[in-house]
């Protein structure tokens, strides 16, 4: 089976093609899982895509996603500047998180300036638009492929007492 990636989107993100287009453009939220799930199937990975607009279902997709999915691609909206919850959710995943956004938060007002998921995340993609979701799926197969060819910590540690 593929793995699978969760792909989580915050606040608002509903209103993708409506909501502020000229910040935002014009792809809807269904337009761009469309294309997103192309490409992901291209790096041989299916695709989990979610919105909400509450904190809580973040947070419990994230726990679901801790025993599912290989990797988090998270747009948080405004709850990246502000939660501590979704933080937290994602530091007791053991795999790759992504942030990303579809605007550049950093050209953007001080208070976007800020975000906790960060803390998290292997890598930002930001300021490419609806694309950000494609380029951040290409990001998370590389990530995944080197991975898999690393040995895991455990396994680099039993090589080394196996050599002993
Ligand atoms: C956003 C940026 C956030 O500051 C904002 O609250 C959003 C969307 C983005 O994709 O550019 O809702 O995450």
Redesign the pocket.
């Known amino acids: 089976m593929n793995a699978k990636i969760m792909v989580l989107n ?4 509903n209103l993708l093609g409506v909501r502020q287009p000229d910040i ?1 453009g014009r792809d809807t939220l269904a337009d761009i899982e469309k294309r997103l799930r192309a490409r992901a199937q291209s790096h041989g990975l299916a695709i989990d895509m979610r919105q909400s607009n509450h904190e809580g279902e973040l947070v419990t997709w994230i726990q679901e996603a801790r025993t599912t999915c290989a990797g988090i691609i998270i ?4 709850y ?2 502000t939660s501590v919850a979704i933080l937290d959710a994602l530091l007791a995943c053991e795999f790759p998180v992504i942030e ?4 550049n ?1 950093h050209q ?1 007002e001080e208070f ?1 300036h800020r975000s906790f998921v960060t803390l998290v995340a292997k890598g930002v993609i ?1 300021g490419f638009g609806a694309h950000g979701y494609e380029l951040a799926v290409d990001a998370m197969a590389k990530l995944l492929k080197d991975q898999g060819a690393e040995p895991k910590p455990e396994k680099r540690e039993a090589r080394k007492r196996a050599a002993k």
């Open positions: 915050g606040p608002n993100l935002y747009n948080p909206a405004a990246t500047h990303l956004h579809l605007s938060p953007r976007r930001a």
